[in-house]
């Protein structure tokens, strides 16, 4: 079975619901990703109406998670603490499948990474990161080893606000002959690599996914068929995904596929865009159409936005396995 290795910021995920009110005490747009240091995640987490809940996260994570899920030989790289925090994060990973070997980890002064998700009534989530221990990761720590028996090396976009860890990254990956997929993660993301950007999706990455915001922040524009075009023009496959209108997938000049999103009741939007990232890079691993592949994400995104946070229980995973021809499912 093909492989996919994950490079990140493995952070614990702090689920809170919160009132549209609330994020007035919030500097930073809604609906973004803002980091902050420790002292001011702080003040945030102790002004919650009620304690959030904790669990394993990271967005390249929770792709990889996914993957294992299904049944793809799945590795992670990052950077986490030398405290229980770690400990629980490495072992919630090894749980799910996910093979933790290249888990790299900080002295005793630097905790364990976490990203507190503010979930408001209309499902969105504003999140704002303390990138703790994972910020401590260096190219040092990576080498083409860590690569070694993997098809295809999935990257979160929080690494360019790293550019030198994120152009070794590339480069070992490439040197380990691995295929490279790019989650843009945050328009705040995009803004800030805007000259690095273009020739970096040209030169080192197969697959990009964006999401609308993402996309708009790439060309300029918020017209879809222009951000699609653009990205297009720089990658072999990018996935503009649209939450609830589905998806449009593109791969040369010619192949152009819409997705539809599956109608489901949501409460959290935590995971969407990294599951929905799971389930077509299993698809395209899996030698699948685009259309096929972009089905099994739009159903993994779905599943996912229908709990709390980014992780899915047994028997959703015992149903996607029957009800998906040619997914198969190892259990954790």
Known sequence: MAGLIGIGSGLLDLLAYVPESFLDRVPGRKGGMELVDH????????ALPRPPERRPGGSAANTVVAAARLGLHAG???MIGSDPEGDAYRDGMAAAGVDTRSFKRTG??????CCLSLITPDSQRT???????SAELRPVHIGEEDFAGYDLAHLEGYLLFNPDLMMHVLDRARRAGCRISLDLSAPEVVAGARELLPDLLDEFVDVVFANEDEGAEFCGSKHEDEAL???ARHCEIAALKLGAR????RRG???TVEARALPVEAVDSTGAGDYWAAGFLYGLLSGWDLGRAAALGARLGAEVVQVTGAHLPDQTWDALACSLPGVRRERA
Do not use: D, S
């Open 39 to 46: 002292p001011e995640l702080r003040r945030i987490l102790e």
């Open 76 to 78: 992670f790289v990052t």
């Open 108 to 113: 005793e002064a630097t905790p364990t990474g």
């Open 127 to 133: 999140m704002r990161t303390f990138l703790g221990a």
């Open 229 to 231: 075009n653009a990205l």
């Open 246 to 249: 589905g998806a449009l997938i």
């Open 253 to 255: 000049p010619n192949e």
